[in-house]
């Protein structure tokens, strides 16, 4: 029988051994990739955090929009995901809380910050509960930054019962309500509202922090932002804990100063569009200058607002 020469064996290993450290560092560069494909961050390095806000709730705070977990007996009912990659971390902060299972995810929107968990809780046998809207944009997205197509949520990811105007659940002793804030920060919008608990949460057409964020490319729109926040308002009481989509806890005189403040630049932008200004000439006439100091972590979301104003006011004349 043939046999290499062992200068040839010893150049064919080497030739294999440097094609296996190549394969692995690819391997290595992937996943840190994928670790760092959603939020811009290593999501290994991210801790859930719990917070009671009652015997029955908790928000969770980790990467991403805030997620609420309502407790008990029959179950966990759970609004919204985060990320995909922290799915098994937010589920342990769940066990350490109950050992009921998750029985219900409802999303706020579609974004995947409050969205990119759904296959991984589906696939843990909880029902993914949505507004039609948000499933139909999940299941067909719009095209990625780059002009490549959407990439379709898994089936198993997708909403499994889906509501138009209202959908009430009763559990834990409480009555769930889900809401359908129309065409707001985006067209799949849902406020979840626990009366009995005096629980609010909205998703991201409220935030605590930052400006107003209107996604027109995803069915969003300026006037059912505000009528959204007036929803809000007219279901609170003076004591009624609003839990937004990003920022802190409030109360509704927070939810009214955010709304005033959507008005005001409505109002002002329209004003200048009114006369013949383009949207660089508004953005630059500052017109939220005097309103930035009200608003936690303005940055340049105040820009961000005033161009999607724009857009919306000019669509809609």
């Given at each position: ?25 690819g ?34 705070e980790?990467q ?10 029959d ?24 050992p ?6 409802v ?27 948000l ?10 930054a ?18 138009r ?8 002793g409480?009555e769930?309500?889900l ?25 991201d ?31 609170a ?7 937004p ?22 109002d ?5 569009l009114?006369?013949?200004?383009s949207?660089?000439e508004?953005?630059?006439a ?14 340049t979301t ?5 161009r ?10």
């Amino acid at each position: 029988m043939y046999s290499a020469p062992q200068t040839r064996l010893s150049r064919m290993e080497k030739t294999m051994k440097a094609a296996r450290l190549i394969l692995a560092v690819g391997l290595m560069a992937v996943s840190a990739t994928i670790a760092h494909a959603q939020g811009g961050q290593d999501f290994s390095k991210v801790e859930i955090k719990a917070t009671k806000v009652s015997d029955k709730f908790y928000t969770l705070e980790g990467q991403g929009g805030t997620i609420g977990v309502l407790i008990g007996p029959d179950g966990v009912f759970m609004v919204d995901t985060q990320f995909a990659p922290l799915s098994d971390k937010i589920a342990a902060a769940i066990k350490q809380l109950t050992p009921q299972p998750i029985k219900f995810v409802v999303n706020t929107h579609l974004h995947g910050d409050h969205s990119g968990g759904d296959v991984n809780f589906g696939k843990m046998g909880a029902t993914i509960i949505a507004r039609e809207e948000l499933r139909f944009r999940l299941a067909h997205p719009n095209p990625q930054a780059n002009g490549q197509p959407g990439v379709p949520m898994e089936a198993v990811g997708l909403p499994k019962q889906t509501y138009r105007e209202k959908l009430t659940l009763h559990m834990n002793g409480e009555e769930v309500q889900l809401i359908a804030i129309p065409k707001a920060h985006t067209d799949g919008d849902t406020m979840i509202y626990i009366p009995g608990l005096d629980i609010i949460m909205t998703g991201d057409f409220y935030r605590a922090i930052q400006y107003p964020n209107v996604d027109r490319a995803n069915g969003g729109s300026l006037q059912g932002l505000i009528d959204g926040l007036g929803t809000v308002i007219g279901h609170a009481g003076p004591n009624t804990k609003i839990i937004p989509g990003h920022g802190p806890t409030v109360d509704r005189t927070a939810v009214m100063a955010h709304r005033d403040i959507a008005i005001a630049v409505r109002d002002r932008v329209a004003a200048q569009l009114a006369q013949g200004k383009s949207e660089d000439e508004v953005v630059a006439a500052k017109v939220t200058a005097d309103l930035d100091g009200k608003i936690q972590q303005a940055g340049t979301t105040g820009e961000r607002f005033v161009r999607q104003a724009y857009a919306d006011l000019k669509a809609t004349r």
